[in-house]
């Protein structure tokens, strides 16, 4: 994997002990909010037999839940190895690692070697990357029906709190910086390779987006 700063800093951020405190929410109260609401509208279109490219994939609850409920295959594409190896205990203790397929990396740099997937996901994604065209773009080309992703939305106050935690980070001298890209230049990367907005949902940080793919 290339050693950009934004990449020590995942490294240096997503360790061990937050994988596991997200673990144990994941165990004791199943996905996040927002997360159940882009799970709840991937599963009302027929996912039997599709694969699944879960980048950023974290501790697998994506890919567990997507592989529970009809989905063929799951390849998971993180630049933390504690989250890598939680994620790949947690899919054995649930009986499906022989259906997840775990990579090491950044994407943007890995995404020639990946296959194309019938769904890709970016969960809390978008808002950990600096070169945020690079991953949209990317990671849109690799979609074959659907695209779904969970991101902040574009508010004053996000800005105000990312300036807020970058200075933070830097005083504590991690690399790691947490981004709020415009809503509409995101959108408007997937508009020009063929997606639509299909589903749409706010809440107080978060917005879930889920696009199909209509066009080439």
């Given at each position: 994997m290339s050693c950009c700063k934004q990449c020590q800093g995942i490294e240096q951020t997503f360790d061990d002990?937050?994988?596991?405190?997200?673990l144990k929410d994941y165990q004791e109260k199943g996905p996040d909010e927002t997360t159940v609401w882009l799970l709840e509208r991937l599963k009302e279109?027929?996912?039997?037999?599709?694969?699944?490219?879960?980048?950023?994939?974290?501790?697998?609850?994506?890919q567990l839940e997507l592989l529970q409920a009809g989905v063929k295959h799951a390849t998971s594409v993180d630049a933390s190895t504690a989250y890598i190896k939680t994620a790949r205990e947690e899919a054995e203790r649930q009986g499906l690692e022989e259906r997840i397929t775990h990579q090491y990396g950044d994407f943007v740099d890995i995404a020639p070697?990946?296959?194309q997937a019938d769904i890709v996901t970016l969960e809390r994604v978008i808002c950990c990357y600096h070169d945020m065209p690079a991953l949209v773009s990317k990671s849109a080309q690799l979609a074959k029906r659907y695209y779904g992703a969970?991101?902040?939305?574009?508010?004053?106050?996000?800005?105000?709190?990312?300036?807020?935690?970058?200075?933070?980070?830097?005083?504590s001298r991690n690399p790691f910086r947490f981004f709020?890209?415009?809503?509409?230049?995101?959108?408007?990367?997937?508009q020009s390779q063929g997606f639509k907005r299909i589903f749409h949902r706010q809440g107080f940080i978060w917005q879930?987006?889920?696009?199909e793919k209509t066009g080439p």
């Open positions: 002990n937050l994988a596991l405190d997200e279109e027929n996912l039997e037999s599709n694969t699944l490219l879960d980048i950023g994939g974290g501790i697998g609850t994506i070697e990946l296959e969970i991101y902040p939305r574009d508010t004053w106050w996000l800005r105000i709190a990312q300036r807020i935690g970058g200075f933070f980070l830097w005083a709020v890209h415009p809503t509409k230049e995101v959108e408007g990367i997937l879930v987006a889920l696009f």
